[in-house]
């Protein structure tokens, strides 16, 4: 089950960075690929970061506290924050990108 979830994590990393590219690299299709380039790869790039993060942060305090529970929450949690802020920090940078692309 940790498979499929990590292939995706890492394919959405892989198509954010090459339609990040094309958005940087071609005018003729900057208006729309930020706006799946950026959110792609920073929602990809934040869950795998922030999941493992947490992952650890709650591996210490299972065998701080003897519960064997803190790990899998701090997993699934830095899993779905850290791809939904990744997300957000994507379309924000994509909106940006859009406004300086067209000044």
Known sequence: ?????????????????????????????????????????????????LCFVLGFLGMVLDHATELPIFSGLGFLFGYGVGGLGGAVAGLILASRHIRKANS
Do not use: H, N
């Open 1 to 49: 089950m940790l498979m499929p979830l990590m292939g995706f994590t890492f394919m959405l990393i892989i198509v954010g960075a090459l339609a990040s590219l094309v958005a940087i690299g071609d005018p003729q299709y900057a208006r729309r690929a930020p706006f799946i380039g950026f959110p792609s790869l920073l929602a990809g790039l934040g869950a795998l970061s």
